[in-house]
Each structure stands twice: as structure tokens, then as C-alpha cells.
């Protein structure tokens, strides 16, 4: 009996300790990822999703950090790289799990980058892409924020081209923000960015 008790032990200790270096090593990565430091917040969360592989969350960010990167890099042949290594974090989690909205929005973010970096190319390629990931995404959490907000600022974005009436898309954008203001998540580092951007484009709607 003494024995099982210690075995028992030392599991739960296993555990604690486990979970200690998770919460550190995402503390870490997002320390360097506020620095600036993409690149060796990447790594950092990379090596975390290698020890942690009942975990979303790493992959997540690993692709998060490339595709945020992706956005403000000029080098055509850079933000190949980047979006390509975002791409294979979220093919990971995708092959285990279909069901979460989160992976979605950040497919549609993905692919939405693509459009930024060759938009006469892309925009083409990718919009139905982008739309049918926010659809998913809202279908399976329809009071993401996330989702909700990102639906609408890919549309206020090409609505000058397309001729789309913005007030309905301005409405969604005021819905997200009520949505961020009730958006409870899961963990310390479950996702909850999007606010910033979401208000700043309310500013917009409203000039």
C-alpha cells in the first residue's frame, strides 16, 4: 500500500512539475514575443509543443508569431518562410482536432496575409479561402470575437474594390467588441487578442 501511495506520489508530483515547465516556458515565449524577438519566440514555442503534444496552445502561437510577422515584412521570400512554418504548426493541430474556432480565425489570418503580401495575386486565391475559415470558425463558436471581428474587417478591407455596403459590416464590428468584453478564456494563454485592432477600426467606421 505504502509503495502504491508513492507511486501515486511521485505521479501527481510528475504532473505539478510538468505543468510548472509549461506555464514557464509560454511565459518565456511570450516575454520574447512582447520584446520583439518573433523569431526566438517561435523557436521557444516549437520546443514547447515537441515536449507538449496534448497541447493546441503552442502550435497555435508558433503559427500565430509567424503569420503576425508575416504582415509588416517586405521580403517576398522572408514571409514565404514565415508563412509556410505557420502553416505546418497549424496543420498539426488541425489533423487532431476540426472542432476549434480558433484554429480557424487563424487559418483565415494566414491566408489573409497571402492576400497582404501579392494582393493582385492573391486576393483572388485566398478570399474565398478566408471567408469559408470565418464561417467555420462562427459556426463552431458563433460569439468568438475573433471570428466575428475578423469576418467583418476582411470585408471592410476589400469593400472599397468590392462596393459592399459597410454599415452592416460596421455593425459586426461593434457586435465583436461587445463579445470581447464578455470573452472568457479557457486558460491564462488561450487566445484573447483582437480587441486593439477591432477598436481601431470602429474608429474608422465611424469617421
Same mark, same amino acid.
Given at each position: ?9 511521485? /505521479? ?6 510538468? +505543468? !510548472? +515547465?509549461? =506555464? +514557464? ?5 511570450f *516575454?520574447?514575443?512582447?520584446?520583439? #524577438? ?15 503534444? %496534448? ?12 503569420? !503576425? ?6 521580403d ?14 497549424? &496543420?498539426?493541430? /488541425?489533423? #487532431? $482536432?476540426?472542432? %476549434? ?9 494566414l ?6 503580401? &501579392?494582393?493582385m495575386t ?21 460569439? %468568438? ?5 475578423? =469576418?467583418?474587417?476582411? +470585408?471592410? *478591407?476589400?469593400?472599397?474594390? !468590392?462596393?459592399? $455596403?459597410?454599415?452592416?459590416l ?9 463579445? /470581447?468584453?464578455?470573452?472568457? @478564456?479557457? !486558460? @491564462?494563454?488561450? @487566445?484573447?487578442?483582437?480587441? $486593439? ?7 474608422s467606421c465611424?469617421?
Amino acid at each position: 500500500m505504502t509503495k502504491i501511495i508513492t507511486a501515486i506520489t511521485l /505521479f501527481i508530483c510528475g504532473l505539478l512539475s510538468a +505543468q !510548472t +515547465q509549461f =506555464e +514557464q516556458g509560454m511565459g518565456k515565449a511570450f *516575454g520574447l514575443w512582447k520584446e520583439g #524577438k518573433s523569431t526566438e519566440a517561435s523557436a521557444m514555442f516549437e520546443r514547447i509543443a515537441s515536449a507538449e503534444k %496534448n497541447s493546441w496552445l503552442p502550435n497555435y502561437y508558433v503559427a500565430l508569431v509567424n503569420t !503576425t510577422a508575416a504582415f509588416s515584412e517586405k521580403d517576398g521570400s522572408k514571409v514565404d518562410l514565415l508563412l509556410t512554418k505557420a502553416q505546418d504548426a497549424l &496543420d498539426v493541430e /488541425f489533423i #487532431k $482536432d476540426q472542432n %476549434n474556432a480558433e484554429l480557424y480565425v487563424l487559418q483565415a489570418l494566414l491566408y489573409t496575409a497571402w492576400v497582404v503580401q &501579392d494582393p493582385m495575386t492573391n486576393a483572388q486565391k485566398y478570399s474565398g479561402k478566408i471567408m469559408e475559415n470565418y464561417a467555420k470558425a462562427k459556426a463552431i463558436d458563433p460569439n %468568438n470575437p475573433r471570428a466575428v471581428f475578423g =469576418e467583418a474587417d476582411y +470585408q471592410l *478591407g476589400g469593400a472599397k474594390w !468590392t462596393g459592399v $455596403d459597410t454599415k452592416p459590416l460596421c455593425a459586426q464590428v461593434d457586435k465583436a467588441i461587445e463579445l /470581447f468584453a464578455t470573452f472568457k @478564456p479557457e !486558460t @491564462p494563454f488561450s @487566445p484573447k487578442w483582437g480587441l $486593439d485592432r477591432a477598436l481601431e477600426t470602429q474608429k474608422s467606421c465611424k469617421k
